[in-house]
């Protein structure tokens, strides 16, 4: 009974800590500082630019 009682908290606790983290992530998203990886330019910071051949956020060239 005792480690039926105790294998049922540590999975709930599991629980909690997987799901806190996940929301955690999803709402902490910061944008993306000079040489960072990033799948587009909206992942990037403002005045950076996703690198089509890195995919890393870089200056925007002026041309």
């Known amino acids: 009974m005792k480690t039926s009682v105790f294998v049922l908290v540590l999975g709930l606790v599991l629980l909690f800590a997987v799901s806190f983290a996940t ?12 040489m960072w990886k990033c799948k587009n330019s909206n992942d990037c910071c403002k005045d950076l630019v996703c690198s089509s051949r890195w995919k890393w956020c870089v200056l925007a060239s002026p041309f």
Do not use: L, N, T, Y
């Open 23 to 34: 929301e955690m992530e999803e709402s902490a998203r910061e944008c993306g500082k000079f």
